[in-house]
């Protein structure tokens, strides 16, 4: 079974920052895009920020200069800093690999909390 789980998650005030973590299990990290995407009420599933294969990485303009992401394929390990954080950044936040497209992932786990306020 592939298993992703995240941790780092809390409140904070606005302009803190937060360091959001996840360990996979059951699938070779190497192999795989992994993205950090964020849900919050009301509003559509955004992917925050990915890292491909090869290590390139990419941002949505709402987090370009604030968040971070990056990888150890030894440890399966993905992580999310994140600086300057602002209230609309509110949101459960998880990790996944490979986008389907419309917001589907092949995997993702279950999210961990950021309330910013």
């Known amino acids: 079974d592939v298993q992703l789980v995240e941790s780092g998650g809390g409140s904070v005030q606005p302009g803190e920052s937060l360091r959001l973590s996840c360990v996979a299990s059951?699938?070779?990290?190497?192999?795989?895009?992994m993205s950090w995407v964020r849900q919050a009420p009301g509003k559509e599933r955004e992917g925050v920020a990915v890292?491909?294969?090869?290590?390139?990485?990419k941002y949505a303009d709402s987090v370009k200069g604030r968040f971070s992401i990056s990888k150890d394929n030894a440890r399966n390990w993905l992580d999310l800093q994140m600086d300057s954080l602002e209230p609309e950044d509110t949101a459960l936040y998880f990790c996944?690999?490979?986008?389907?497209?419309?917001?589907?992932?092949?995997?993702r786990g279950q999210g961990t909390q950021v309330t910013v306020s």
């Open positions: 996944a690999a490979d986008a389907l497209g419309d917001g589907r992932y092949r995997y």
């Open positions: 059951g699938i070779t990290f190497s192999r795989h895009d």
């Open positions: 890292i491909d294969r090869t290590g390139t990485t």
